[in-house]
């Protein structure tokens, strides 16, 4: 979309949301190395950075650190960021492209389960939904102060 974008003259910015377990896949960085060579400034990455895969955390399974080296390696300007921070999200979002001619990545650090006591940080829940009392609870957890 990216590219025949570029192509077409069309101002359009494409947006792509992996995680970081997706990392561990060939597809993800050979789209890495397009990208730049075609010189792709209308495309941005955000990673989702919860550091937690479903077999395992991500260190386990295939340690990506350093992370942001890897996609500046590859011809990307990368921003990392809170992304639980809204603020700072679109920040980073109204800032683009970092850098003209080159695609842009956020590295978005988030807490899987962020908010949610017996949540956060555990493998369980992520690929598992609340349901009934834990639904019940988590809601309780997330639910703004009055």
Same mark, same amino acid.
């Given at each position: 979309?990216?590219?025949?974008?570029?192509?077409?003259?069309?101002?359009?910015?494409?947006?792509?949301?992996?995680?970081?377990?997706?990392? #561990?896949?060939?597809?993800?960085?050979?789209?890495?190395?397009?990208?730049?060579?075609?010189?792709?400034?209308?495309?941005?990455?955000? /990673?989702?950075?919860?550091?937690?895969?479903?077999?395992?955390?991500?260190?386990? /399974?295939? #340690?990506? #650190?350093?992370?942001?080296?890897? !996609?500046?390696?590859?011809? !990307?300007?990368?921003?990392?960021?809170?992304? *639980?921070?809204?603020?700072?999200?679109?920040?980073? /979002?109204?800032?683009?492209?970092?850098?003209?001619?080159?695609?842009?990545?956020? /590295?978005?650090?988030?807490?899987?389960?962020?908010?949610?006591?017996?949540?956060?940080?555990?493998?369980? !829940? *992520?690929?598992?939904?609340?349901?009934?009392?834990?639904?019940?609870?988590?809601?309780?957890?997330?639910?703004?102060?009055?």
């Amino acid at each position: 979309m990216a590219l025949a974008a570029k192509r077409d003259g069309r101002p359009s910015r494409i947006f792509c949301m992996i995680s970081d377990g997706e990392c #561990d896949e060939g597809s993800v960085w050979e789209a890495a190395l397009f990208a730049p060579h075609h010189k792709l400034d209308n495309l941005t990455v955000i /990673v989702d950075y919860n550091k937690i895969q479903s077999l395992g955390s991500v260190k386990e /399974v295939i #340690d990506l #650190d350093p992370l942001t080296d890897k !996609w500046r390696a590859f011809g !990307w300007a990368v921003r990392e960021l809170d992304g *639980h921070d809204l603020r700072a999200i679109e920040e980073a /979002v109204t800032q683009l492209p970092y850098e003209v001619g080159r695609p842009s990545c956020i /590295v978005a650090h988030t807490v899987k389960g962020k908010g949610v006591s017996f949540m956060e940080h555990k493998l369980l !829940w *992520h690929y598992r939904a609340p349901l009934g009392e834990d639904m019940t609870k988590a809601l309780a957890e997330l639910e703004p102060s009055k």
